[in-house]
């Protein structure tokens, strides 16, 4: 069965960066698009950052734009979510999706920013 688990999250200063990792299984892989969002409390679950296929990221949230690259490994299966200049109001949990027929979702890695 499809499984996405992700890793890397952390307790950051601000300023500061995170790499988010998330290793995939029970699907094709390299020929689906991937995502990363994310849900601070109290909020609704929002996209951070869509990445095709083949490696072109498709779209970054406004608020993550010169921030946050996403990216992918197709030969380990592995998307991944380099975060530099990170903020407090970056604070959610972060989590991988890919959408096969229906969305499914990793378990999340929680990203706190905070001095």
């Known amino acids: 069965q499809v499984q996405l688990v992700e890793s890397g999250g952390g307790l950051v200063q601000p300023g500061g960066s995170l790499r988010l990792s998330c290793a995939a299984s029970g699907f094709i892989f390299s020929i689906n698009a991937m995502g990363w969002y994310r849900q601070a409390p109290g909020k609704q679950r929002e996209l951070v950052a869509g990445?095709?296929?083949?490696?072109?990221?498709?779209n970054y949230a406004d608020s993550v734009k010169g921030r946050f690259t996403i990216s992918r490994d197709n030969a380990k299966n592995t998307v991944y979510l380099q975060m530099n200049s990170l903020k407090p109001e970056d604070t959610a949990v972060y989590y991988c999706?890919?959408?096969?027929?229906?969305?499914?979702w990793g378990q999340g890695t929680q990203v706190t920013v905070s001095s």
């Open positions: 990445i095709s296929s083949i490696g072109i990221p498709t």
């Open positions: 999706n890919v959408r096969i027929r229906s969305d499914y």
